[in-house]
């Protein structure tokens, strides 16, 4: 299985700052059809998951552009820029290229 | 706008059986794969299962193979989770998602197995 390794697992920040987290995977996410399927995926307090970036740097509708996600290979980044309150949660990697689909650890973002 | 919601949770004792469902509105439920995603509490997200547009191909985690089934009627647009054999280690928050990208997500359905 390929296993996704996320770090930190906790980020406390400040509002108004940036935060980074990093997933790096034991293989390359490469599909055989050219795409990298590595999404990344917002878990609010008490709320179910929803997905903020799709093949490594898309945004979907309706996140902000303060998220963006960047990388290639087996090493992968979400930013956020200028932290806002409702950004805490928990922040999840996931690979989608080979079976089973497999998760980080998560990443949980607090504010400082 | 996509929705899915979910029922079917509950209480079960282990060695039992229970059954998810997810009904889907807002896409053309036949066009997308569907996906079982759960939640363990206070623990991380761990991908359960996976089926075609068409039903024609299923995926399952190691730990549920040949104790679960997916499937779906693309008439009702509603896809299921035929849970049997029930461990204790079962006992999350079970969610559907649109497509093996996880792209939209129900409401969960908590699933606890315990006697």
């Known amino acids: 299985d390929v296993v996704m390794t996320q770090s930190p697992l906790s980020l406390p920040v400040a509002l108004g700052q940036s935060a980074s987290i990093s997933c790096r995977s034991s293989q390359r996410l490469v599909h055989s059809d050219g795409n990298t399927y590595l999404n990344w995926f917002q878990q609010r307090p008490g709320q179910s998951p929803r997905r903020l970036i799709y093949?490594?740097?898309n945004r979907d509708s309706g996140v902000p552009d303060r998220f963006s996600g960047s990388g290639s290979g087996t090493d992968f980044t979400l930013k956020i820029s200028r932290v806002e309150a409702e950004d805490v949660g928990v922040y999840y990697c996931?690979?989608?290229?080979?079976?089973?689909?497999?998760f980080g650890q998560g990443t949980k973002v607090e504010i400082k | 706008e996509v929705h899915l919601l979910q029922s079917g949770g509950g209480l079960v004792q282990p060695g039992g059986s229970l059954r998810l469902s997810c009904t889907a509105s807002?896409?053309?439920?036949?066009?997308?794969?569907m996906s079982w995603v759960r939640q363990a509490p206070g623990k991380g997200l761990e991908w359960v299962s996976e089926i075609r547009n068409d039903g024609g191909e299923t995926h399952y985690a190691d730990s549920v193979k040949g104790r679960f089934t997916v499937s779906r009627d693309n008439s009702r647009k509603i896809l299921f989770l035929q849970m049997r054999s029930l461990r204790v280690e079962d006992t999350a928050v079970y969610y559907c998602?649109?497509?093996?990208?996880?792209?939209?997500w129900g409401q969960g359905s908590l699933v606890t197995v315990s006697s």
């Open positions: 093949k490594i740097s």
């Open positions: 998602a649109k497509s093996w990208q996880l792209g939209n």
């Open positions: 996931m690979q989608g290229t080979h079976w089973p689909r497999t």
């Open positions: 807002g896409i053309i439920f036949s066009d997308f794969g």
